[in-house]
């Protein structure tokens, strides 16, 4: 299993149920960290093809004609992105951010500015095309800002200058990461979350509960969806044949305490 950067909370549940599903068939599981860099991951697979029985690629910044090469040497399951011809597990970005964004909507914000992560990342790009599509749909003004840096929590931390310049009232992070830097950034700026401006994450890591305030934040079981990576490559290695159907997960909203009503942005 392949995941694109260990330190991240993200992949936590991920690997947890990835590693359960592995043990309980009789397997054991070798964790990759690839640094966000798809060469790293081409290197590892073509170090660590003969020790396998299959692949799972948690993100992968791959190309697509690479994952499909490594899909023809090895029963292969892609998370976290899609592709044709090739076994995907995805969560259903769109429907999580239109529920970001209609919770942000009825608190009265009428901007919301997206803080984006990777350009590399599949989930990336479907998460800004779900927010402008959402944005327009609901009459509401969408704004970008691109840390061009990894989306952690020091880079969401640097990143809470550009928040107040903006006059932002509600933000959506690609990720908790970035959302929890934010928070703690704007606070250190005097800048009050929810008063000032309310804050959403995505993927509900265990920090969200004890950051202050608790992170509104997008779910997905990241869990079901490691065990089902794992599940479905022991299928394909016993013989299984792709459909080419991609498995969606569900994701839903979880309200804590980082969201609250828009009032006049501050200067």
């Known amino acids: 299993m392949m995941v694109s950067d260990i330190t991240n909370p993200f992949y936590g549940e991920i690997i947890k149920g990835a590693e359960e599903a592995a043990r309980h068939a009789g397997y054991a599981l ?75 909507a009825t608190l009265g914000h009428t901007t919301i500015t997206y803080v984006a992560g990777p350009a590399a990342s599949w989930a990336e790009g479907m998460r800004w095309r779900a927010l402008r599509e959402a944005g327009h749909e609901l009459e509401l003004r969408i704004r970008r800002i691109d840390p061009k840096d990894d989306p952690t929590m020091l880079t969401g931390f640097d990143t809470a200058r550009r928040i107040l310049e903006e006059g932002a009232t509600a933000v959506l992070a690609y990720n908790d990461a970035l959302a929890i830097g934010i928070i703690k950034g704007l606070k250190k ?30 779910m997905a079981p990241m869990r079901k969806a490691g065990a089902a990576g794992v599940g479905n490559v022991l299928a394909l290695a016993s013989g299984a044949q792709t459909s080419g159907e991609t498995l969606v997960l569900p994701m839903t909203l979880v309200v804590r305490e980082s969201t609250g009503p828009r009032r006049a942005a501050r200067r």
Do not use: W, Y
Not at 87 to 93: G, H, K, L, Q, R
Not at 190 to 209: A, M
């Open 30 to 104: 070798l964790l990759s960290d690839t640094s966000e860099t798809g060469q790293v991951e081409r290197d590892i697979v073509d170090r660590t093809m003969d020790l396998v029985e299959g692949v799972v690629l948690g993100s992968s910044r791959m190309s697509d004609s690479a994952i499909r090469m490594i899909a023809k040497q090895k029963p292969l399951v892609l998370l976290n992105r899609q592709i044709t011809e090739t076994s995907c597990i995805v969560a259903d970005n769109p429907r999580g951010v239109r529920r970001a964004v209609e919770h942000l």
């Open 189 to 218: 700026l005097d800048v009050h979350v929810p008063d000032d401006v309310s804050v959403v994450g995505f993927d509900n890591v265990l920090l969200t509960e004890v950051v202050d305030p608790a992170l509104t934040t997008v």
